[in-house]
């Protein structure tokens, strides 16, 4: 009976709890994996002209591998690999930077409402691919340069900037977390009417792509846009969970930070910096998209915890399974024509995000 006793305050230690409970994490992370998996194959049967799973994988093995001939027409190979492929990893990248880069910024700031959108970035992100949209298609075109990493480019230097004018601007105030919001507010409002501008001495044609464009959508998806951003969002969030276990010290305070060795102020400039990379990035591509970054992470801190080492990964899949899903019923809900997924992400994570923001913030920030 002894013998019974100490095995089981052993399974209770300490130690044992810990280890399944992050056991556990992993294997919710890796569920949520395998959801994302079954939403990109529904993603790329689900359309306008749908296709069968079957030709799917058979239009992809013969991609991967060259010696396969499966059975399938040019009609599906054109759908698969030139429409919904493109459009899909766009959709999963856009969500996992969009997310992870909210994450990233409720934890650095210690605020349950920061994420690019609020804060403005995704507004001086746009207020840069707007200029470059603009005023830049001919210097571009002049040198022989694609006006895509124009937009990239300032897309990132503005970001990066409105991020810089918020802690400038905060600063004066001591950086509390509700100063950071007012200050991210208060600059997307300035940079909203920098675009507004933009658009009243634009071209018929330019103010047609412009206003398209930052209603926010995937229709323009295309190889290149995935490729750049791959890389991108890949070596930023590399980078950003290098500091999940000083985010961690973090939410218990600056003072409790700066005891264990975390030195708050390059991690608030370094995670500022590469978050504000992976919103300006995913902005010169898909426009404005709101919600996505602010609620994916509140939804996974409800299931796995406030951990940021599986927060991040988990936000950054609860937000690539999002806009897939919303990308998706935008071009099936009206067929053929698309609703900007902008307006579907606003019309659902607006009632869903006040739900959740009433109904459980005290447990989840409490």
Sequence with gaps: MKAVDVSQ???????????????TKKYL?????????????????????????????????????????????????TIILDLRLPRVFLAVLAGFCLAGSGAVMQGVLRNPLADPYILGISAGASFGAALAVVFGAN??????ISSIY?????????????????YGIASLKGAAPETLILAGVALGYL??????????????EQLR??????????????????????PITVGCLIFLLRYAWDLNALSAGEEVAANLGVNVKI?????????????SATVAFTGIIGF?????????????????????PCSCLMGALLLLAADTLSRTMVSPTEIPVGIITSLIGVPFFLYLLFKQSRRWWG
Excluded at 35 to 64: C, D, H, M, N, T
Excluded at 139 to 144: D, E, K, N, P, V
Excluded at 267 to 279: D, E, K, P
Aim: net charge neutral.
């Design 9 to 23: 305050n052993a399974v209770h230690s300490p130690d044992d709890l810990y280890s399944q409970l992050t056991a």
């Design 29 to 77: 992370v890796i569920g949520l994996l395998l959801v994302l998996f079954l939403g990109i194959l529904a993603a790329i049967i689900i359309g306008s002209a749908s296709v069968g799973p079957k030709e799917v994988f058979q239009v992809i093995l013969s991609r991967i591998i060259p010696s396969y001939s499966g059975e399938y027409s040019a009609l599906a190979e």
């Design 139 to 144: 210097i571009l075109q002049g040198l022989g």
């Design 150 to 166: 124009m937009m990239i480019t300032n897309a990132f230097i503005f970001g990066l900037l409105t991020m810089l004018m918020i």
């Design 191 to 204: 940079f909203s009417a920098g675009v507004s501008l933009l658009k009243y001495v634009s071209s018929h």
């Design 209 to 230: 792509e412009l206003t398209v464009w930052l209603m926010g959508g995937l229709w323009g998806a295309k190889w290149e846009a995935v490729l750049i951003l791959l």
């Design 267 to 279: 991690l608030r400039r370094n995670c500022a910096i590469f978050a504000s990379l992976l919103a």
């Design 292 to 312: 996505i970054g602010l609620v994916s992470p509140h939804v996974c801190r409800f299931i796995i915890g406030n951990d940021n080492r599986f927060l991040i």
